[in-house]
């Protein structure tokens, strides 16, 4: 069965290498994952005088996000934080208060840029914003991706191959077992909870 993954990528920019590195990533998994990009330059910044009649593009991401088995965050960093439109989706997403679309939704984010320590800030401030969200998010491998520029990458946007595409090879592996691990456990925890439950019914009528 292939997950359903909701990619969110940080960047508007039509040459992004974070979007390339996204497609990469559903490149490599095809068979398993079944990735879909989610616009979020069209979200109006989140404002919660509007949770009682939303905004149609806030409706809409919502949806998407929704009906995902997983997320994955694919982000450049800027000025060593999160881009303000990526932190305006994981508003968007999380609200009304109750409803967010990212709970317990397992998670991975991945950070590139042309610099040396590969968004390492950005990447974690989305990690401490997935802690509030209740996102499983995967810990291993680590993918803050530094030295990234235009040419990681072949004329149809592919990751060359190289040391960069055998770590997103690992990621794009461990990110279709995390979601796997996860989704099969919480179908254990139910079934056994519903075994328990039929056992306990059955000894009230004996
Ligand atoms: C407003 C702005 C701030 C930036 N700040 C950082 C930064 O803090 N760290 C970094 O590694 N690169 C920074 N950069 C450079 C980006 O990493 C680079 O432009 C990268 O290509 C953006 O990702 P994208 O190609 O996916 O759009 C910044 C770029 C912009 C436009």
Redesign the pocket.
Known sequence: MAYKIAII?G?L?Q?????KVARSICGLRNDNLDCSMIEIGDLPLYNQDLDGNPPEQWTRFRKQVGEADGVLFCS??????IPGVLKNAIDVGSRPYGQSVFDKKPGAIVT????S???F??NHQIRQAAVFLNMPIMQQPETYLGHVGDDSFDDSGCLKEGPLKELIKTLAHAFHDWVDMIHRSRQLLAEDSAHAAQAAKAKEHA
């Open positions: 990528v960047s920019r040459g992004s290498i974070n979007r450049p960093e800027y000025n060593r934080g590139a840029s042309p610099g320590i590969g968004g800030g950005a």
